[in-house]
């Protein structure tokens, strides 16, 4: 049993998929290969998260104390670990099968003891920045897996890109990727960079970031950014709405990974209605303004559509689309693979319309 239905996803999203599973398959077989002793461990965690995952979606579980005894941490990490190295792997497999253009400059950095990376296309404005934090559900992601999204929205958008390699759950829980993060926005402030010259953009994990660093900001009461973009982020890590699991079977990305584990693995013992944690429980007045985009059959839908409801109550200058029939994250890692998805345009389009309005 498994909870994904491929025959309620849009035909041409799963052949995005397939294509770019069939074209990546030699790459993760070598990494399988090298990694055979670990291939029986690895099959039999398969089998219990899948077990689990099927379990929570049935029974509709938000007890978060419940979900936290579901999975060890230790068999969380390993399959992050493992996660994580097959995506690297993929990674790097990519970005040589669909190279980058030439007039794209990448430059790594250490912000204290964040890793991050500059990357410039020739057409970047000036003094403006776009800070962006990459998705992976707290767990997984880099720099490198998500460079095909960070660095071809820079160069769309016209703008210097620094993105930040934040610490990771499960061995980093809350509130280490939020600290990295904000450390790299008052790095900026203190680099010369003005707050009304520095967008936020993230997605999925990513785009919660976003929100809990501009939170943290006005807790701190520090100048906030000229805007922030957040494609299908997390605001509500309480579960706290069970229509979050109306979507489960067409979302083609969240529906089977058991994300509800490395959402916990980052909150750990942490209060999820803490607003640093969930941005939905904070007080939203004052945000700058917002470009939200998800879509309506990911199992987050639910989520983002009571966070927009409760900006646009606080007064916050807030742009909410909601894609029909579209992955999680609208998307956007297909960005250089060309997959004909006019929604995809349209929100790139819309992003870059966002950016004109903000700066």
Same mark, same amino acid.
């Given at each position: 049993?498994?909870?994904?239905?491929?025959?309620?996803?849009?035909?041409?999203? =799963?052949?995005?998929?397939?294509?770019?599973?069939?074209? @990546? #398959?030699? /790459?993760? %077989?070598?990494?399988?290969? !090298?990694?055979?002793?670990?291939?029986?461990?690895?099959?039999?965690?398969?089998?219990?998260?899948?077990?689990?995952?099927?379990?929570?979606?049935?029974?509709?579980?938000?007890?978060?104390?419940?979900?936290?005894?579901?999975?060890?941490?230790?068999?969380?990490?390993?399959?992050?670990?493992?996660?994580?190295?097959?995506?690297?792997?993929?990674?790097?497999?990519?970005?040589?099968?669909?190279?980058?253009?030439?007039?794209?400059?990448?430059?790594?950095?250490?912000?204290?003891?964040?890793?991050?990376?500059?990357?410039?296309?020739?057409?970047?404005?000036?003094?403006?920045?776009?800070?962006?934090?990459?998705?992976?559900?707290?767990? =997984?992601?880099?720099?490198?897996?998500?460079?095909?999204? @960070? #660095?071809? /929205?820079? %160069?769309?958008?016209?703008? !210097?890109?620094?993105?930040?390699?934040?610490?990771?759950?499960?061995?980093?829980?809350?509130?280490?990727?939020?600290?990295?993060?904000?450390?790299?926005?008052?790095?900026?402030?203190?680099?010369?960079?003005?707050?009304?010259?520095?967008?936020?953009?993230?997605?999925?994990?990513?785009?919660?970031?976003?929100?809990?660093?501009?939170?943290?900001?006005?807790?701190?009461?520090?100048?906030?950014?000229?805007?922030?973009?957040?494609?299908?982020?997390?605001?509500?890590?309480?579960?706290?709405?069970?229509?979050?699991?109306?979507?489960?079977?067409?979302?083609?990305?969240?529906?089977?990974?058991?994300?509800?584990?490395?959402?916990?693995?980052?909150?750990?013992?942490?209060?999820?209605?803490?607003?640093?944690?969930?941005?939905?429980?904070?007080?939203?007045?004052?945000?700058?303004?917002?470009?939200?985009?998800?879509?309506?059959?990911?199992?987050?839908?639910?989520?983002?559509?009571?966070?927009?409801?409760?900006?646009?109550?606080?007064?916050?200058?807030?742009?909410?689309?909601?894609?029909?029939?579209?992955?999680?994250?609208?998307?956007?890692?297909?960005?250089?693979?060309?997959?004909?998805?006019?929604?995809?345009?349209?929100?790139?389009?819309?992003?870059?319309?966002?950016?004109?309005?903000?700066?």
């Amino acid at each position: 049993m498994t909870v994904v239905n491929k025959s309620k996803i849009r035909p041409d999203v =799963l052949a995005a998929y397939d294509k770019v599973g069939a074209e @990546s #398959a030699k /790459v993760t %077989k070598a990494y399988l290969r !090298k990694k055979f002793y670990l291939l029986p461990k690895v099959m039999a965690l398969t089998k219990k998260v899948g077990t689990l995952n099927d379990q929570v979606y049935r029974e509709k579980i938000n007890d978060t104390e419940r979900l936290r005894k579901m999975l060890f941490l230790k068999e969380i990490l390993f399959m992050t670990k493992f996660s994580r190295g097959m995506e690297e792997v993929q990674a790097d497999w990519a970005q040589k099968a669909y190279p980058y253009s030439p007039d794209l400059r990448f430059e790594k950095i250490q912000i204290g003891n964040v890793p991050a990376e500059w990357q410039i296309p020739k057409n970047a404005h000036a003094s403006r920045v776009m800070l962006f934090y990459h998705s992976g559900g707290f767990c =997984l992601g880099s720099i490198n897996t998500e460079r095909f999204v @960070s #660095a071809e /929205v820079g %160069k769309r958008l016209g703008l !210097k890109v620094l993105s930040v390699e934040y610490r990771r759950a499960p061995e980093h829980p809350f509130p280490a990727a939020l600290d990295d993060c904000y450390a790299a926005y008052r790095w900026l402030l203190d680099q010369g960079v003005k707050a009304k010259d520095i967008v936020l953009v993230g997605g999925s994990a990513g785009g919660s970031l976003v929100l809990s660093a501009i939170t943290k900001m006005k807790q701190d009461k520090i100048p906030l950014p000229a805007g922030a973009c957040c494609v299908s982020p997390c605001t509500d890590h309480s579960l706290n709405d069970t229509r979050l699991f109306q979507n489960g079977e067409t979302d083609l990305v969240l529906g089977n990974g058991f994300v509800f584990s490395l959402l916990l693995a980052y909150v750990r013992d942490h209060d999820p209605r803490d607003p640093l944690v969930s941005p939905f429980w904070g007080d939203l007045a004052g945000f700058p303004p917002l470009l939200l985009q998800v879509s309506t059959t990911e199992i987050l839908y639910f989520d983002n559509v009571n966070f927009a409801e409760k900006a646009r109550d606080a007064g916050v200058p807030l742009t909410f689309h909601a894609f029909p029939g579209m992955p999680h994250g609208l998307g956007m890692m297909f960005m250089k693979l060309n997959p004909g998805w006019p929604e995809l345009d349209e929100a790139l389009s819309e992003l870059d319309k966002f950016i004109q309005t903000i700066f």
